[in-house]
């Protein structure tokens, strides 16, 4: 029986090379813009109905919707209006032109990975950080394999805070440079904040150990660095592992993110890190202080501290790197826990419309969207309540004097659209978004509190779950479960004693199929993982809507034994100084 390391993954030579690099954003076309006005549009008039005190029904409920709702509109208009301002090109001139001259003709010599990255005729030093922290041997080699044949002069690190010899002995096989702490202090953004303290290049790339590079990357990002208030060049995260309903649902909710609002975050210069497939400049980190390291979401941190020190940030909507998106309910619970929590911490913290954030007004906005963004999460749990409220309580968020009918052209001019959009985005409708989406609930309560609480959540990198039961991070969702089968049945049968079929009946129903669905979701995931099931092919429409791996260019490795740097080396000499050089 094989397992699930052994199930088959992206591999070299498995696209074609047209395929490994192209962009997957860029300007809204006149048809989404046209689904985003009409979107607004049906936020808006859907407002105005909550809002309308003609139509208010008992307070405890209508509350409970308005504040659900009101979380909800807010972000969906924040997001439809950073769609509509626009992906603006953060190329000009100065990139073409150092992007056609980054390698000079006299200097192509040798392996492409071996060519001096120039600008403005100066060659410019780069180090590539891979950090590791657990992940198995087969992912780290395939991404460092990689990363070492990328094109342009560059360093490769392996940043092992899992302390592994066989990783070890991998980057030495591969010849790249290997790096063990001898704490894990500061978890990734230690470990990243140490490298910078042996490594000295001008700039430094961040790949996870299961993001694979593609050869083109530092071609891409590097010539942005011409402009010298640039801090960071920040590119999507794509994934192809979409094997599971969890992965599914999970890589594709990011999807308008990557695709919509990040570049449209460009205009703003509001576009923040995500922690992989970036190229970041030395002296801006520096000038920050580093990596920031007292949250678990050291990405968005620092990015809102370069942003307030006055520096720029790219993105760029290119598929250069491929990796892996949590494929289990447990490693999917862990990654949005880290998520929202360093979310939350930054508005209970840092609240971006502060007048002590020295930020542009665009920025505030964009980073106070950041941080609450995880609140709409929580608002499926307040929803998923109400209509209880009216089957045992007889208390409905809406004045009896409004028909079923006219609620939902109002209700359908705001949710309707909204799945329209992710339709149109996606290519074809995706359930196990709209279905994780719903569930989720658990997660961002349990940050949320986390954070109110100052409870540490520990860390633990994607990728690297344990494969514990998946029953033990679905127990809220069973629960609920269970509430609403019953409820359907009082509901069920009220309805039919009266004679009269009801919304709350309807809607209670439906809540009920989509946890439902879910769960036989996660049952049937988690005998996929355990069975180690090879992985499904990609429909056709997938492999257009989402690159499933990228090619590595066969490397040309350097015939000497790379250093190592280990906690040994570093105690006994008392210096950086590289075992085997010194």
């Given amino acids: 029986m094989t397992d699930i390391a052994n199930a088959p993954r992206p591999t070299p030579g498995s696209v074609p090379p047209s395929a490994s690099a192209r962009a997957v954003g860029g300007a809204p076309s006149p048809v989404l813009t046209l689904i985003v006005l009409l979107s607004t549009l049906g936020i808006l008039v859907y407002s105005a109905f909550l809002l309308n005190p003609s139509h208010r029904g008992d307070v405890i409920p209508y509350v409970a919707v308005l504040i659900a709702e009101s979380v909800l509109v807010f972000h969906a208009l924040l997001s439809m209006w950073t769609i509509l301002a626009g992906a603006s090109d953060p190329r000009d001139f100065d990139y073409y032109r150092t992007h056609s001259k980054l390698f000079e003709r006299g200097s192509k010599q040798g392996p492409q990975s071996e060519w001096p990255l120039l600008i403005k005729g100066t060659e410019r030093t780069v180090d590539v950080f891979i950090t590791t922290y657990g992940e198995s041997v087969d992912v780290i080699r395939r991404t460092v394999t990689a990363a070492i044949a990328m094109r342009g002069r560059h360093t490769t690190w392996v940043l092992d805070d899992g302390k592994s010899d066989e990783v070890r002995d991998l980057a030495s096989e591969l010849g790249a440079r290997y790096v063990r702490r001898l704490s894990s202090g500061g978890a990734k953004a230690g470990n990243i904040n140490h490298a910078l303290t042996l490594a000295k290049g001008e700039y430094f790339a961040i790949f996870d150990a299961d993001f694979v590079p593609d050869p083109s990357f530092l071609v891409e990002t590097v010539p942005f660095m011409v402009d010298p208030k640039v801090a960071f060049v920040q590119t999507p995260q794509t994934f192809a592992n979409l094997h599971t309903t969890v992965a599914r649902g999970a890589g594709y909710m990011q999807t308008v993110f990557y695709r919509f609002i990040q570049p449209g975050r460009n205009r703003f210069n509001a576009a923040f890190c995500v922690g992989t497939n970036v190229l970041f400049r030395r002296a801006a980190v520096e000038d920050v202080g580093g990596i920031y390291t007292d949250s678990k979401s050291e990405d968005v941190w620092t990015s809102i501290r370069l942003h307030e020190q006055g520096w720029r940030s790219i993105y760029i909507p290119d598929v250069l790197a491929v990796g892996e998106a949590p494929d289990s309910i447990e490693a999917y619970s862990k990654?949005?826990?880290?998520?929202?929590?360093?979310?939350?911490?930054?508005?209970?913290?840092?609240?971006?419309?502060?007048?002590?954030?020295?930020?542009?007004?665009?920025?505030?906005?964009?980073?106070?969207?950041?941080?609450?963004?995880?609140?709409?999460?929580?608002?499926?749990?307040?929803?998923?309540?109400?209509?209880?409220?009216?089957?045992?309580?007889?208390?409905?968020?809406?004045?009896?004097?409004?028909?079923?009918?006219?609620?939902?052209?109002?209700?359908?001019?705001?949710?309707?659209?909204?799945?329209?959009?992710?339709?149109?985005?996606?290519?074809?409708?995706?359930?196990?978004?709209?279905?994780?989406?719903?569930?989720?609930?658990?997660?961002?309560?349990?940050?949320?509190?986390?954070?109110?609480?100052?409870?540490?959540?520990?860390?633990?990198?994607?990728?690297?779950?344990?494969?514990?039961?998946?029953?033990?991070?679905?127990?809220p969702q069973v629960l609920f479960f269970l509430f609403l089968s019953l409820t359907s049945v009082v509901a069920v049968y009220r309805d039919i004693s009266n004679g009269v079929a009801t919304l709350a009946m309807a809607w209670n129903v439906t809540n009920t199929v989509i946890l439902g669905a879910f769960l036989i979701g996660v049952v049937r995931d988690a005998r996929l993982l355990r069975r180690g099931l090879p992985r499904q092919e990609a429909s056709a429409s997938e492999r257009r809507a989402t690159p499933r791996t990228v090619i590595a260019r066969p490397k040309d490795y350097p015939t000497d034994f790379p250093p190592v740097y280990e906690p040994a080396a570093l105690a006994g000499a008392g210096s950086t100084a590289p075992r085997g050089t010194s």
């Fill in 335 to 475: 990654q949005q826990l880290r998520w929202a929590t360093g979310g939350f911490e930054i508005m209970l913290t840092h609240n971006p419309l502060s007048r002590h954030r020295n930020l542009t007004m665009d920025q505030r906005i964009q980073y106070f969207v950041t941080a609450t963004f995880y609140l709409t999460g929580i608002s499926p749990l307040i929803l998923l309540l109400v209509p209880s409220l009216e089957i045992y309580f007889d208390l409905r968020p809406m004045t009896v004097s409004i028909s079923v009918l006219t609620w939902f052209l109002y209700y359908a001019g705001f949710y309707a659209m909204q799945i329209l959009l992710a339709w149109y985005t996606l290519g074809t409708f995706r359930w196990q978004t709209l279905t994780l989406a719903m569930v989720s609930f658990p997660i961002y309560v349990k940050a949320l509190h986390n954070v109110l609480t100052g409870r540490d959540v520990g860390w633990q990198a994607t990728g690297t779950a344990r494969h514990n039961s998946p029953y033990n991070f679905v127990v």
